[in-house]
């Protein structure tokens, strides 16, 4: 599955890893850019305007694009204030400016368990289309990340969503549907028209991270789908085990002796499904 014009970027979480350390990464790694979540100056929805300057130089020096800003927005419960989320957004968008970013990425809030999910559904979507409609007067476009536990936990829910606002677009996490219970593919046929880019994360049958292609995510099949749809963006969640100890143990077959490590085999997993070669 071999495709010169896919576009591999890193997942940046929200822990406040030195810029220069993901950018060395990146770059040891071949790959076009970042999905930037948190540096050391902090989750990118709560940095300063100098903070985006300096990070938006340095992207500019080693000629990375930033694919979106991965944020927390919309990672709180339903009854929380809603309001901290908008201004969180606010702050994001003015950052969106400085680093020539087009894309946020956000969650659909926590429902409370034991609840009927299915009653909070209108007071979702009214919040998620006042932060479309705060995003789309910037030019910026909300990308709805599936995430367990929130609203947007399965296809069905995410397709809510995505219909009541046609101006937002989805991602796709596999390993988050694998993990809950749902049926990847099934879940794909879904959503599969308003994804805007594939998080390539895969996990075992526990639940367990593991590279791309070795778990129960459907990474090839989903990706094959995904090219002959057009689709070219795909953003490699480098979050695999880092074990405690030099000694690999029994139940570490896919742990890594540190973060360099993990990120890279993170990396290659994935290359190695659509051919790529570092």
Known sequence: MKMSSVKLFAFGG???????????????????????GG????????????????IRKKLNDSGLEVLALNTSIGRIGIKDDFEIQIEKLKNTLEVCKVLGADKVRVSSFFIPSFEKIDD????????????????????????LENR??????????????????????????????AKSG??????????????????????????????AGNGVAHIRDLTRKFIERGG????IDPGLTVRRSNKLLDHEHHSYKN?????????NGFKSIIGIRN
């Open 259 to 267: 973060t360099d490590a993990a990120f890279d085999a993170a990396c």
């Open 14 to 36: 929200e822990k406040t890893t030195e810029l220069s350390d993901q950018i060395e990464s990146v770059k040891r790694n071949n790959l076009s850019g970042i999905e930037l």
């Open 120 to 143: 909070y559904k209108q007071l979702v979507i009214d919040r998620m289309g006042r932060m479309n409609e705060l995003a789309g007067a910037h030019g910026v476009t909300l990308c």
């Open 232 to 235: 070219r963006n795909f953003s």
């Open 148 to 177: 367990t536990g929130c609203f947007g936990g399965t296809a069905e829910r995410c397709h809510e969503i995505l219909s009541a606002l046609p101006e937002m677009v989805g991602v796709f996490n596999p390993a988050e549907f």
């Open 39 to 54: 540096t050391e100056f902090g989750p990118i929805s709560d940095i300063s305007f100098v903070a985006a300057c300096l």
């Open 182 to 211: 749902c049926d990847v593919m099934e879940a794909w046929d879904v959503l599969r028209s308003r994804i805007a880019y594939l998080h390539i994360a895969d996990v075992n049958a526990d639940g367990k991270p593991v590279p």
